[in-house]
C-alpha cells in the first residue's frame, strides 16, 4: 500500500531581506505552487520523438521523480511537445527547472518552469484579496440580478 504521509517543504532563507518564505518564483515572477500530490514542473518544446526513458534519465539525476505524464498525439503516437514531471519537494522540483531549463533534448532546447503558480499582484491592487476597496459586489453597481421564480399560475410578475 502506498504512503499516505505527505512531504513537508522546509522554509527557505530569503538573503536579500533577511527573512525565511517559503514562495519560490518561476521565470516570470510568478509564485510557484504546490500541486495536492507534489511540485510539477512543465516541459515544453519537447522533441516530438522523445521517450520516457530519455526524460527519467534527465529529470532523475535531479530528485525522485514522483510522476512522469507524456501526452501523445492519438493520430500519430508522438509526443505533443509537453511533459509534466513532479517532484515530491520544491527542493527537487527547483534543481530540476535551473539545472535542465534551455537545455538540448534529441537536438531541441527544451523550457522547464513550474506548472501551477499564483500570478503576482496588478499594479494598483493591495493586499486584502478579492474587490478589496471597492465596495464588493463583483463591480457590477451591486447586487446580481437574479432571475426570478414563477407564480403558481405559471406567469412571472412583471
Same mark, same amino acid.
Given at each position: 500500500m502506498?504512503?499516505?504521509?505527505?512531504?513537508?517543504?522546509?522554509?527557505q532563507?530569503?538573503p536579500?531581506?533577511?527573512?525565511?518564505?517559503?514562495?519560490?518564483?518561476t521565470?516570470?515572477?510568478?509564485?510557484?505552487?504546490?500541486?495536492?500530490?507534489?511540485?510539477?514542473?512543465?516541459?515544453?518544446?519537447?522533441?516530438?520523438?522523445?521517450?520516457?526513458?530519455?526524460?527519467q534519465?534527465?529529470?532523475?539525476?535531479?530528485?525522485?521523480?514522483?510522476?512522469l505524464?507524456?501526452?501523445?498525439?492519438?493520430?500519430?503516437?508522438?509526443?505533443?511537445?509537453?511533459?509534466l514531471?513532479?517532484y515530491?519537494?520544491?527542493?527537487e522540483a527547483?534543481?530540476?527547472?535551473?539545472?535542465?531549463?534551455?537545455?538540448?533534448l534529441?537536438?531541441?532546447?527544451?523550457?522547464?518552469?513550474?506548472?501551477?503558480?499564483?500570478?503576482?499582484?496588478? +499594479? #494598483?491592487? %493591495?493586499? *486584502?484579496?478579492? &474587490? $478589496?476597496? +471597492? #465596495?464588493? %459586489?463583483? *463591480?457590477?453597481? &451591486? $447586487?446580481?440580478?437574479?432571475?426570478?421564480?414563477?407564480?403558481?399560475?405559471?406567469?412571472?410578475?412583471?
Open positions: 502506498a504512503s499516505t504521509e505527505m512531504d513537508i517543504d522546509t522554509p532563507d530569503d536579500t531581506n533577511g527573512t525565511t518564505t517559503t514562495e519560490t518564483r521565470s516570470t515572477g510568478a509564485v510557484a505552487v504546490r500541486s495536492i500530490e507534489g511540485w510539477i514542473i512543465l516541459v515544453t518544446n519537447v522533441h516530438e520523438e522523445a521517450s520516457e526513458e530519455d526524460l534519465e534527465l529529470f532523475g539525476d535531479y530528485g525522485e521523480i514522483k510522476n505524464h507524456m501526452n501523445l498525439d492519438r493520430r500519430t503516437g508522438y509526443v505533443k511537445g509537453y511533459v514531471v513532479e515530491p519537494t520544491q527542493r527547483k534543481a530540476a527547472i535551473e539545472g535542465a531549463n534551455q537545455t538540448k534529441l537536438d531541441q532546447t527544451i523550457s522547464v518552469d513550474f506548472a501551477f503558480v499564483r500570478p503576482p499582484p496588478k +499594479k #494598483g491592487e %493591495g493586499q *486584502g484579496g478579492r &474587490g $478589496a476597496g +471597492k #465596495g464588493g %459586489g463583483g *463591480g457590477r453597481g &451591486g $447586487a446580481r440580478a437574479r432571475s426570478r421564480s414563477p407564480d403558481e399560475d405559471g406567469v412571472k410578475d412583471e
